[in-house]
Structure formats: structure tokens, C-alpha cells
């Protein structure tokens, strides 16, 4: 199996939904006589199914060692033409009719190992847990029809790799995304995902908007009533919705906020209340209220004493992750637009895999207590985000969220309590030290930066909606950038010393030594009136910033054509 594909399908079992689905299932096999007898009638159709299947797919079935990748190929978008069960009953019984064909199928000889291969495949499809179920199969299917069905697996994961900025970002939004040529100080070449203008702009014109992933507010604002916990608004005291249970004493400007922010991540991380829907409740353990409030406390105060928004942002965004999936599988699809832009075949994994991160070394209490808080509200959870998964996110957050500077930003920001180099910041032109809070978001994390930006960033609803504008004429494929940090000179402020800020800046916050036009341009005058280098403290750094191997290997090969 690629390493691609491995990723694909491990990052797919995150969600707790998908463990407590299988131990439901399981549950109601052994205990529910209402569904014993469904499972037997359903064995029933299962052979008349056999007989169909054998009957549709006998002329394409052929020996093992003689299948071939078109054969498979054809028979693979025949399987995703096909109608997918979409409530938790028929997936049980789809479930259960294809690996019941599959078995009947298997004892056929090897003309009918492809035929097997495609309903096991089926039944892989709708499983909660698919890496359980692959380690299942490796255990009881013949090996030519598990090595069928792994080719099978390949062959989805590459077709959905190759296919994902066909759906992404959304056509509606004016943008797509594209590989570009960056030369470093050192003259390296690197090909860099980036967005490009889909339509010509004038200056002054909305190119899109884009609502977060997920947000939050910065910590001194947190609980003081001030600002929405879900959406950052400012409200006036009058209208503050108090979140009595919540550990993280949320506050938020409606209804509809608090509603979003329970389901996504107030119940899992900073409640009591069980995270699982009630019928599927019943079936795990309970758990210790008493040691579940403890965790979320300290976690809490870690947090708040750290200042830093990253650790929050990851720990929501798994959140998300377990109601997006709890949503797929109780057939109630109550997810946000933004949990998976695009189309409905990727989710949240699939574009957060694809974005660049910051190789950090988290501090071990950080993720222990956040560990504590998943293990606590839902015993074995807590085994999905591991050491170096935790480091990866929290690389990903800091490299790729976004300042939400309302009104133009704040004056009464904390000073950092950090040293310079270990400060955090976000992509605020406004500068870091003026913002209301953090978000990170799908589309808006392909903006790069540039000194002289050919857009802006702006929050013209008050919210953490991001309204990308354009800052001048743009045409049809043109790229798009933005600042990351304030690059005006201030008043008072020598050319030199606002070359250098904002530079080290962003030396210390991206890990890269920023080749745009401007910078260049402004070396050269203030080389030419000093008659001596430039420095900013900045040297020769290279880019620090990477990708994930297993999207970088595919990357690669996709460049040389070996896919």
C-alpha cells in the first residue's frame, strides 16, 4: 500500500463515531433479537444477490494473476456510480449483504476472485473503521482476493488525490489552486501550492469570502462578555448569551452561535454533557463527571497561562472532526459549509493533509492535558491525536491561521509574555499584536505573502469571516498574495529599521527569508546610499516550513509521471 494511501485511510479513523458505530453494531448483533432476525432475512437475499452478481459481473471475472489495473478501473467507477446506503440501517444491511456475497463468491474458484474482491471492496466503503476491517480481512480473505482488494483501495486513494483541485476550492469563490516556481536566498527552486485569480478583478473588488474552519478569540477576551466565543462579534452586555456549564466560560452574541459551538467542539472539550447521541450513549462507558471537569479545567488554565491560540484551534478542530463524522453516521447532517468545501468526497483530513506546517516541539503537558480532556469525555479518543499527529496540527495552526483584526485591530492587546522568537503570530496585516483572535481557514491558507500584496484581508461583517479584496487590477491567472504581517513604515520609522520588522518577522514566524520584488528593490537603495550590506538579522535562511511526506512522495511522483 502507498504511504499515501496508508495515511488516507488511518487519518479516516479519527473520529470516535466511526468506534462507537462498530461496537453499536455489534452490540445490537448479540443482544437485539429484532435485528438477528433482520440479519437473517437479510441472509436470504444474500443468495439471490450471489446469483445476480455472478450473473452481471461473470463476463468482466477473471483469474487472480490475470487482472490488470483498467480492468479494475472500470470496475471501480462502476461501484461509485452505484447508490451508497446513507442512513445507519441500510448501511448495516448493505454492510452485511456485501461481505455475505463476498464470502459465497470467494468459495467459486478464482473466476470469481474479482467479483469477491468488488464486494468486499463495497463493504470497505461504508465500514466506520476501515484499517479494522482491512486487518480483518487480511486474517480470513484469500490472499488473491485481499490483494484485489487492496489494488482496489490504491486505486480509489489515487484517483481522489489526483481529483482533489478539480472539486477545490468551489467554483463559486473565483480562485483555484496552482503550483508555482519560488526561488530562496540561496537561489533554490521550490514549486509552492498557490491561489490564482479564476476571473479578471479590479482594484477594489470582493474576490471572495470565506468563514472559518475554526476560531478563537484571544485569551485575555475569553469569558469577559465583550466578544462572541464562536463567531469573535463584539456584543454589548445587554445581549452576552452566558454559557453557564462550559469550563472555558464562553460567552456568545446568539442563539445560533452557541448552538454551532456546542455541536463542533463546546461538548466534547468544555462541558459535561455526553458526547455521543443518546442511542449509541448507552452502549459505552460511562464516564467519571467528576475526573471529566478536572481535565477540562486544567486544561483550560493551560491555556489561558500560555496565551496562545494555536493549542485551542487544534483542539476545536478535532472537535469538529468527531461531530462531522457522528453527523455521517447518524444519518443527520447538520455540518457546517465549511467542514468540507467543495464536495462531498473530501473532508476535513483531505485539506488539512495538503497544507504546510512548522516542525515545533510542543510542550509535553500540552498535549497530556488535552489527551486527558478527549480520554475523559470519550474513553479511547485520546489514542487518535499522538504525539507527533498533536505536533503536525499544531504546526499546521501556526503556520496557516489567520489574525481577525476587526475595525482595523485593537490597542489594548496583552504584550506577549514570551521571548520574540517563541511569540506566536498570525497572518494579520494589521500586525499580530492588534488582533481579536485566530481562525484558520481551507481556502484562505494557500494565500502567500508579498510586501506589495495583490489582495487584502479584511472582516467587513464584524465576524471571523474573511472578505478577500483586491488591492489592485488582477488578471485571470495572476497570483493571489497577501501580507502576513505589517509591512507600512510607521511614522518615525526609518526605511531600513521597517525592512528589517517586518522581515524578521516573518523570519520568525513562517521561517523564511522573504525574495519579494519590494524587499529586493529596497536592499538595493539603502546598499546604494549606505555603501554597505543590509543586515536584517535574517542572513541566508531557507524556507523551514514543509509538507507531509506522504503528500509530498505523491506529489513527486504525480511531477515525474509515475501516476
Given at each position: 500500500?502507498?504511504?499515501?494511501?496508508?495515511?488516507?485511510?488511518?487519518?479516516?479513523?479519527?473520529?470516535?463515531a466511526?468506534?462507537?458505530?462498530?461496537?453499536?453494531?455489534?452490540?445490537?448483533?448479540?443482544?437485539?433479537?429484532?435485528f438477528?432476525?433482520?440479519?437473517?432475512?437479510?441472509?436470504?437475499?444474500?443468495?439471490?444477490?450471489?446469483?445476480?452478481?455472478?450473473?452481471?459481473?461473470?463476463?468482466?471475472?477473471?483469474?487472480?494473476?490475470?487482472?490488470?489495473?483498467?480492468?479494475?478501473?472500470?470496475?471501480?467507477?462502476?461501484?461509485?456510480?452505484?447508490?451508497?446506503?446513507?442512513?445507519?440501517?441500510?448501511?448495516?444491511?448493505?454492510?452485511?449483504?456485501?461481505?455475505?456475497?463476498?464470502?459465497?463468491?470467494?468459495?467459486?474458484?478464482?473466476?470469481?476472485?474479482?467479483?469477491?474482491?468488488?464486494?468486499?471492496?463495497?463493504?470497505?466503503?461504508?465500514?466506520?473503521?476501515?484499517?479494522?476491517?482491512?486487518?480483518?480481512?487480511?486474517?480470513?480473505?484469500?490472499?488473491?482476493?485481499?490483494?484485489?482488494?487492496?489494488?482496489?483501495t490504491?486505486?480509489?486513494?489515487?484517483?481522489?488525490?489526483?481529483?482533489?483541485?478539480?472539486?477545490?476550492?468551489?467554483?463559486?469563490?473565483?480562485?483555484?489552486?496552482?503550483?508555482?516556481?519560488?526561488?530562496d536566498?540561496?537561489?533554490?527552486?521550490?514549486?509552492?501550492?498557490?491561489?490564482?485569480?479564476?476571473?479578471?478583478?479590479?482594484?477594489?473588488?470582493?474576490?471572495?469570502?470565506?468563514?472559518?474552519?475554526?476560531?478563537?478569540?484571544?485569551?485575555?477576551?475569553?469569558?469577559?462578555?465583550?466578544?462572541?466565543?464562536?463567531?469573535?462579534r463584539?456584543?454589548?452586555e445587554?445581549?452576552?448569551?452566558?454559557?453557564?456549564?462550559?469550563?472555558?466560560?464562553?460567552?456568545?452574541?446568539?442563539?445560533?452561535?452557541?448552538?454551532?459551538?456546542?455541536?463542533?467542539?463546546?461538548?466534547?472539550?468544555?462541558?459535561?454533557?455526553?458526547?455521543?447521541?443518546?442511542?449509541?450513549?448507552?452502549?459505552?462507558?460511562?464516564t467519571?463527571?467528576?475526573?471529566?471537569?478536572?481535565?477540562?479545567?486544567?486544561?483550560?488554565?493551560y491555556?489561558?497561562?500560555?496565551?496562545?491560540?494555536?493549542?485551542?484551534?487544534?483542539?476545536?478542530l478535532?472537535?469538529?472532526?468527531?461531530?462531522v463524522?457522528?453527523?455521517?453516521?447518524?444519518?443527520?447532517?447538520?455540518?457546517?459549509?465549511?467542514?468540507?468545501?467543495?464536495?462531498e468526497?473530501?473532508?476535513?483530513?483531505?485539506?488539512?493533509?495538503?497544507?504546510?506546517?512548522?516542525?515545533?516541539?510542543?510542550?509535553?503537558?500540552?498535549?497530556?492535558?488535552?489527551?486527558?480532556?478527549?480520554?475523559?469525555?470519550?474513553?479511547?479518543?485520546?489514542?487518535?491525536?499522538?504525539?507527533?499527529?498533536?505536533?503536525?496540527?499544531?504546526?499546521?495552526?501556526?503556520?496557516?491561521?489567520?489574525?481577525?483584526?476587526?475595525?482595523?485591530?485593537?490597542?489594548?492587546?496583552?504584550?506577549?509574555?514570551?521571548?520574540?522568537?517563541?511569540?506566536?503570530?498570525?497572518?494579520?496585516?494589521?500586525?499580530t499584536?492588534?488582533?481579536h483572535?485566530?481562525?484558520?481557514?481551507?481556502?484562505?491558507?494557500?494565500?502567500?505573502?508579498n510586501?506589495?500584496?495583490?489582495?487584502?484581508?479584511?472582516?467587513?461583517?464584524?465576524?471571523?469571516?474573511?472578505?478577500?479584496?483586491a488591492?489592485?487590477?488582477?488578471?485571470?491567472?495572476?497570483e493571489?498574495?497577501?501580507?502576513?504581517?505589517?509591512?507600512?513604515?510607521?511614522?518615525?520609522?526609518?526605511?531600513?529599521?521597517?525592512?528589517?520588522?517586518?522581515?524578521?518577522e516573518?523570519?520568525?514566524?513562517?521561517?523564511?527569508?522573504?525574495?519579494?520584488q519590494?524587499?529586493?528593490?529596497?536592499?538595493?537603495?539603502?546598499e546604494?546610499?549606505?555603501?554597505?550590506?543590509?543586515?536584517?538579522?535574517?542572513?541566508?535562511?531557507?524556507?523551514?516550513?514543509?509538507?507531509?511526506?506522504?503528500v509530498?512522495?505523491f506529489?513527486?511522483?504525480?511531477k515525474?509521471?509515475?501516476?
Open positions: 500500500m502507498s504511504s499515501y494511501k496508508a495515511t488516507t485511510i488511518a487519518l479516516s479513523v479519527l473520529a470516535v466511526g468506534i462507537s458505530y462498530a461496537v453499536y453494531f455489534d452490540y445490537k448483533r448479540r443482544n437485539d433479537a429484532t438477528r432476525r433482520k440479519l437473517r432475512k437479510e441472509k436470504k437475499k444474500v443468495d439471490k444477490n450471489v446469483a445476480q452478481t455472478k450473473e452481471r459481473e461473470s463476463s468482466d471475472a477473471v483469474a487472480a494473476s490475470g487482472v490488470n489495473t483498467e480492468s479494475l478501473k472500470e470496475a471501480l467507477q462502476k461501484i461509485r456510480e452505484e447508490d451508497s446506503p446513507t442512513t445507519t440501517d441500510e448501511r448495516e444491511h448493505y454492510f452485511m449483504s456485501q461481505v455475505g456475497i463476498g464470502e459465497q463468491l470467494a468459495t467459486q474458484g478464482p473466476a470469481y476472485h474479482l467479483p469477491a474482491a468488488l464486494s468486499f471492496f463495497r463493504a470497505l466503503r461504508v465500514y466506520p473503521a476501515p484499517v479494522e476491517l482491512i486487518m480483518i480481512y487480511q486474517k480470513t480473505v484469500p490472499p488473491p482476493i485481499f490483494a484485489i482488494v487492496m489494488e482496489l490504491n486505486l480509489d486513494a489515487k484517483s481522489r488525490a489526483e481529483g482533489y483541485f478539480d472539486h477545490f476550492p468551489p467554483a463559486s469563490m473565483n480562485v483555484s489552486v496552482d503550483s508555482r516556481k519560488v526561488v536566498v540561496k537561489g533554490n527552486v521550490m514549486e509552492r501550492k498557490c491561489l490564482v485569480a479564476k476571473k479578471d478583478f479590479a482594484a477594489g473588488d470582493l474576490i471572495y469570502t470565506e468563514e472559518p474552519v475554526v476560531a478563537t478569540l484571544d485569551a485575555d477576551l475569553e469569558g469577559k462578555g465583550t466578544h462572541c466565543s464562536y463567531c469573535l463584539a456584543i454589548q445587554a445581549t452576552v448569551i452566558v454559557s453557564e456549564a462550559s469550563t472555558h466560560t464562553s460567552v456568545f452574541c446568539s442563539k445560533e452561535c452557541q448552538v454551532k459551538a456546542k455541536s463542533q467542539f463546546e461538548t466534547l472539550l468544555f462541558s459535561l454533557d455526553p458526547v455521543l447521541p443518546s442511542q449509541l450513549a448507552t452502549q459505552t462507558p460511562e467519571d463527571q467528576e475526573a471529566r471537569k478536572i481535565a477540562q479545567t486544567e486544561y483550560v488554565d491555556v489561558k497561562k500560555t496565551t496562545k491560540n494555536a493549542p485551542l484551534l487544534v483542539a476545536k478535532l472537535g469538529l472532526q468527531v461531530e463524522e457522528m453527523s455521517k453516521l447518524m444519518a443527520a447532517s447538520k455540518r457546517e459549509p465549511s467542514a468540507e468545501i467543495g464536495s468526497d473530501y473532508s476535513i483530513y483531505d485539506h488539512l493533509e495538503r497544507l504546510r506546517y512548522l516542525e515545533v516541539v510542543p510542550a509535553d503537558e500540552e498535549h497530556k492535558l488535552l489527551s486527558k480532556v478527549l480520554e475523559q469525555a470519550m474513553p479511547g479518543l485520546e489514542q487518535f491525536i499522538t504525539d507527533e499527529r498533536y505536533a503536525v496540527m499544531l504546526g499546521k495552526m501556526m503556520y496557516n491561521s489567520f489574525g481577525v483584526c476587526v475595525g482595523g485591530g485593537r490597542d489594548d492587546r496583552p504584550a506577549s509574555i514570551h521571548r520574540p522568537e517563541d511569540s506566536e503570530r498570525t497572518r494579520a496585516s494589521c500586525g499584536s492588534r488582533q483572535g485566530s481562525a484558520f481557514y481551507q481556502v484562505s491558507s494557500y494565500l502567500t505573502h510586501c506589495t500584496p495583490s489582495a487584502q484581508v479584511a472582516f467587513q461583517s464584524g465576524t471571523s469571516e474573511l472578505a478577500l479584496l488591492s489592485k487590477d488582477i488578471k485571470e491567472g495572476e493571489l498574495t497577501v501580507t502576513y504581517v505589517d509591512v507600512t513604515q510607521h511614522e518615525g520609522e526609518a526605511l531600513a529599521d521597517a525592512r528589517r520588522r517586518r522581515r524578521v516573518l523570519a520568525r514566524g513562517w521561517r523564511f527569508a522573504c525574495t519579494c519590494r524587499c529586493i528593490v529596497e536592499a538595493r537603495e539603502l546604494a546610499e549606505s555603501s554597505e550590506q543590509t543586515d536584517d538579522g535574517v542572513g541566508q535562511m531557507e524556507d523551514g516550513s514543509k509538507v507531509e511526506k506522504a509530498e512522495s506529489e513527486q511522483r504525480q515525474g509521471g509515475l501516476i
